[in-house]
Nanobody, 128 residues
C-alpha cells in the first residue's frame, strides 16, 4: 500500500504562483508514473499533468500548458506541481495519484482509472 500526502495548496491572487508537493510512502516510488488531477465544484475530475516514472516524459492538459510544470525527485519520494500565472478557473481540489504499473519509461497515463493510489487532495483557490 502506498500513502500519498499533498501539501502546498492555499489562497492566491490571480497571476500568482503556488507549488504543490506530493510525498509518497514506500520504497518503489521511482517505478510509479505520477499524475496531478483536479476537481472543481460541480465538475468532473480532470487530468492536469503527469510524469513518467523515469521523469523523462511529461504531459499536460491544454489549459495549463506554459503555466504549470510537473517534476519529481525520486530521492525524496516527491512529485511537484509548480503553478504560475494562476487564474480563477484553476480553483479546485488538487490530488496526486500513482500508477504502480505504468509499463514503459516514457508512458504518462491521463485516465484516472489507470492510477492505483490517490492522495486526499489539497484546496487551491485563486481569487480574481
Amino acid at each position: 500500500q502506498v500513502h500519498l500526502v499533498e501539501s502546498g495548496g492555499g489562497l492566491v491572487q490571480a497571476g500568482g504562483s503556488l507549488r504543490l508537493s506530493c510525498t509518497a510512502s514506500g520504497r518503489t516510488f521511482s517505478s510509479y508514473a505520477m499524475g496531478w488531477f483536479r476537481q472543481a465544484p460541480g465538475k468532473e475530475r480532470e487530468f492536469v499533468a503527469g510524469i513518467s516514472w523515469s521523469g523523462g516524459s511529461t504531459s499536460y492538459v491544454d489549459s495549463v500548458k506554459g503555466r504549470f510544470t510537473i517534476s519529481r525527485d525520486n530521492g525524496k519520494n516527491t512529485v511537484y506541481l509548480q503553478m504560475n500565472s494562476l487564474k480563477p478557473e484553476d480553483t479546485a481540489v488538487y490530488s496526486c495519484a500513482a500508477d504502480r504499473e505504468p509499463g514503459s519509461s516514457w508512458y504518462v497515463p491521463a485516465d484516472p482509472d489507470e492510477y492505483d493510489y490517490w492522495g486526499q487532495g489539497t484546496q487551491v483557490t485563486v481569487a480574481s
